[in-house]
């Protein structure tokens, strides 16, 4: 790869997994900062596969939930933002939704109660407490509706043709996706990003096993692109099962070592091929300068020479021209 080459967003995706060349161009091409927007660009495009798989499966749920309203939801009230239900209860949906109505504390009170923790072992969870309903995601991402919100009173056959007529208006599933989307990038980059100094962290030590030393900035720059291929096996594992597993956080961290490793072997690779090169440049230099020197040397002979040959022959013309006019004279 070439220093003056640049390289669009998709080949440092495909260079940062299938060439480990691709590290030192980049600490050799690259600053920090445009190495962070790739990776802002990264975690972008992450985030948004993961809000497309969890709105689909939100939207089901609501659907799911709309159509089975009269045999799930039991009678209650609605008035002036207070939700109550006479009885509590939990509810499996599809796709491994549990759904938990408790109206008897609001939602904080219930984070804090054993009935919460029991239930966080499921994938995606539905709270119906007494002032929100919320979701809530594997990792505890949130999107909660607030019923302070709600204006108008309700019942359970009231509220029913409220929810069916605002969940199929258009700006109401954009403004569901777009809080949900914003809401996991958060998060998920937030946690990502912490992870990333930590490997940066880990590559100056393992930097150490091969003798080499560059500013902790760079160790960022590879901390940045290494994470290619194990946050997309993550985002892989999300889209296949519904959530990251055990086994594929221990995938990727694993492949997130391996390529730590790997760099930083390329980058030291590089720094070698460098001084070796430096150093024939050197010798092809002394030899030019020596053939110069010789060239010059011969040159400075060969005028020399030419100019004592040329001093010879005017002496010799001269002198032929004296005797001739001394002959002269004498016939005369």
Not at 114 to 121: A, C, E, H, S, V
Not at 148 to 155: M, P, Q
Not at 273 to 282: A, D, E
Request: charged content about 25%; glycine content about 4%; aromatic content about 14%.
């Amino acid at each position: 790869m070439e220093k003056n080459k640049k390289l669009n967003f998709f080949q440092k995706i495909i260079l940062s997994i299938a060439d480990f060349r691709f590290y030192p161009f980049v600490l050799k091409t690259e600053k920090l900062p445009r190495s962070f927007g790739h990776f802002v660009c990264f975690m972008m495009i992450l985030v948004a596969l993961m809000t497309w798989k969890y709105s689909v499966a939100l939207f089901h749920n609501i659907d799911t939930f709309i159509t089975k309203y009269d045999e799930v939801v039991p009678e209650f009230t609605l008035k002036d933002g207070i939700l109550d239900i006479s009885k509590k209860d939990t509810v499996m949906l599809e796709n491994g939704t549990i759904a938990v109505i408790d109206t008897s504390n609001p939602f904080s009170d219930f984070l804090e109660s054993d009935g919460y923790k029991n239930i966080t072992r499921y994938n995606t969870r539905l709270f119906i407490n007494s002032d929100a309903i919320t979701y809530e995601m594997y990792d505890g991402t949130r999107t909660s509706f607030l019923l302070s919100n709600v204006e108008l009173n309700f019942d359970k056959a009231s509220f029913y043709e409220y929810i069916s007529g605002v969940y199929h208006a258009s700006s109401t599933k954009i403004t569901i996706v777009l809080a949900l989307y914003i809401s996991i990038f958060i998060g998920y980059f937030t946690i990502k990003l912490i992870e990333v100094f930590l490997f940066a962290i880990f590559a100056s030590l393992v930097s150490v096993l091969y003798r080499i030393r560059v500013e902790f900035k760079n160790y960022m720059k590879v901390a940045l692109y290494i994470v290619t291929l194990p946050y997309i096996v993550e985002v892989i594992s999300i889209l296949v099962v519904g959530s990251i597993k055990d086994y594929a956080v221990f995938a990727s961290n694993v492949l997130a070592y391996i390529y730590i490793f790997y760099a930083i072997r390329a980058i030291k690779l590089d720094a070698f091929l460098l001084i070796v090169n430096n150093k024939n440049l050197g010798k092809v230099n002394v030899v030019d300068l020596n053939k110069d020197a010789e060239l010059k040397e011969k040159e400075e002979v060969s005028e020399e020479t030419n100019d004592s040959k040329d001093h010879e022959d005017d002496t010799k013309n001269n002198d032929t021209k004296d005797d001739e006019n001394k002959n002269g004279g004498q016939d005369v």
